[in-house]
C-alpha cells in the first residue's frame, strides 16, 4: 500500500517534472524569433560553449578512435577482414560514438557551465534585474544559449568523428599494418550520405536537449549557493541519462 | 495613521498607491494589510528592522512577485490587470537600484550601464558613450569604466548599479538599502545625489533604508514598516517626535521596546533543553 503511493507519488512528480521541461521549452521556442536580430549574442555564445569543450572533445576523439583501432583490428582479423577496418570505426564513430560521446562531454563541460552560469544570475538578482530594465531574460539570456548550444554540438560532433577516425587509422594502418589503400578506399565505399546525416540529426537533437536541460535547471535554479549545486549537477545527470535513452530511440527510428 | 499627507481621492498626486497588500510565502505571513501611498516627485523612505518585508514591498511594487491580497497601482495603473508587455512599458519608466548591486557578470561596468540604452534605443554610438560617462561620473566611477563586476568592491557596484539604474531617465527610482558598505565621503554623495536626481529631474524617489540618521536628512516622508504593515507615516519631524514607543525605539535605535530585534523564537530554556 505505502509502496504504492509512493509509486504513484513519484510517478505524478516525473510527470509534473516533464510537463514543466515541455512548456519551458514552448518558452523558449517562442523566445527564438525575438533574439534572431542579434546573431552577435548567439554567435558569442557558441564561442563559448565550443571553445569550453573544443581540447575535451579533440582529445576524447583521438582516444576513442585509437581503442576502436585496436579492437575492430582484433575483431575483424577473426574473420580475416581487417581491410574493413576503416568502415567499421567510421560507421561506429559517425552513427553512434560521436554524437552520444560528444553529448555526454558536452553535458559535463558546457552543459554544467551553462547551468552554473544562469542560476549564479538567478542567485545575485542578474535576471530579475534585467526583468526591472524591461529586458525579457528568456531572449536575452537564454535563448543565445540555448542556439549557442544547438548549434556548437554538431560542429563538435564532427570534429570527434574526424579526429577519432584518424585515431583509428593510426592505430590500425599505422601500428597493426592495415593497408591504407583498403582502410580508407573501403570506408569512402560504404559510409552513405545517409550515414552521415543520422550523425548529425542526432547531433542536433542531443545538442538541443543538453543546452535545454543546461539552460532549464540554471534557470529554475534556488536562488542560493547550494541551489545553484545542485542545478549543475542535474543538468548533467538528467542530460547524459536522456542522451542515452533518446540515442536509443534515434537509433530505432532511423535504422 | 498611515496617510495624511495626499488627499485620500487624488490619485493624479500619486506615483504609487498601494491598499491592503497581503503576501505571504510557504504559509509564512510577510506583508498583513499595508497601505502606502508615495507622492509625485517626493522621496518617501520605507524604514523597518532586518527581515520585516521591505525588499518584498518593492518587489510587489515593481511587480516582480504577485500580492496574494491587495492592489497595487503605479502610475495610475493597477498592476495585476498589466500584461507582461504592459508590465515592461511600465517598468521602462522605472529605475530600480538592487540590495546588491545585481550588475551583470559577463559585461564591464561601461557595458553594464549602457545596457539599457543599448536594449531600448538605437542611439550612435558617440552619444551613447556621452551619456554613460555622464552617469559614471555623477558616481564618481568614470574612471572604473573598463573594470568587471569582480573587481569592484560592494559600494562601488552599488555606485555602478545607480548610474545604470538613472541612465534611461526614469521617473520613479527605486533604491534598496543605498546606504550600506558605502564610505562616509560616497554616502555623502549618493545622499546629495538622490536629492538632486529627484529635484532637478522631477522624479519620484522610493529609497529603504534603515539608516535613519542618513534617510531622514533626505526623505520628505517616512514610513515605518514592522510586523507586515505600515505603524508610522509622516515627514521626518513628526516620526521623530512621536509619542508611539515602537517609532521611538526605532528612529532611537533603543535595543529594547515594542520592536523586536529577535525573530519569532521558542521559550529559550524549552530550546535549549531540546538537545537530540
Ligand atoms: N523566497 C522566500 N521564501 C521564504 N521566506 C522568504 C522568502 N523571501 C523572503 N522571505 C522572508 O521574508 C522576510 C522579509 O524578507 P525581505 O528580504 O523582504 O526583508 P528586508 O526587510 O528587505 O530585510 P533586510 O533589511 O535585511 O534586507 C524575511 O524574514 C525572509 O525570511
Ligand atoms: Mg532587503
Known sequence: MRLATDLFASAQATVRAVGAYALFALRVLAAVPGALPRPGLVIAQVYNTGALSLVIIMLSGLFVGMVLGLQGFDLLQRFGSEESLGTAAALSLLKELGPVVTALLFAGRAGTALAAEIGLMRATDQLAAMEMMAVDPLRRVIVPRFLGGLIAMPLLAAIFSLIGIFGAQLIGVQLMGVDPGHFWSQMRAAVEVGDVMEGAIKSAVFGALCSLIAVHEGYHALPTAEGVGRATTRSVVISSVIVLLVDYLLTAVML | MTQQAAAPEAPAGLAVRVRDLHYAVNGRTILAGVDLDVRRRSVTAIMGPSGTGKTTLLRLLTGQLRPTRGQVEVDGQDLSRLSRTGLFALRRRMGMLFQQGALLTDLDVYENVAFP???????????????????????????????????????????????????????????????????????????????????????????????????????????????????????????????????????????????PFHYPAPDYAVQAAAVR
Open chain 2, 117 to 259: 540604452l543599448r536594449e531600448h534605443t538605437r542611439l550612435p554610438e558617440r552619444l551613447l558613450r556621452h551619456v554613460v560617462l555622464t552617469k559614471l561620473q555623477a558616481v564618481g566611477l568614470r574612471g572604473a569604466w573598463r573594470l568587471t563586476p569582480a573587481e569592484l568592491s560592494g559600494g562601488m557596484a552599488r555606485r555602478v548599479a545607480l548610474a545604470r539604474a538613472i541612465v534611461m531617465d526614469p521617473r520613479l527610482l527605486i533604491y534598496d538599502e543605498p546606504f550600506v558598505g558605502l564610505d562616509p565621503v560616497s554616502l555623502g554623495v549618493v545622499l546629495r545625489l538622490i536629492r538632486r536626481l529627484n529635484d532637478a529631474l522631477g522624479l519620484t524617489s522610493i529609497v529603504v533604508s534603515h539608516d535613519v540618521r542618513e534617510i531622514t536628512a533626505v526623505a520628505d516622508h517616512c514610513c515605518l514598516l514592522s510586523g507586515g504593515r505600515i505603524i508610522a507615516a509622516g515627514p521626518p519631524r513628526a516620526l521623530q517626535a512621536s509619542d508611539s514607543a515602537e517609532v521611538r525605539q526605532f528612529v532611537r535605535g533603543e535595543p529594547d521596546g515594542p520592536v
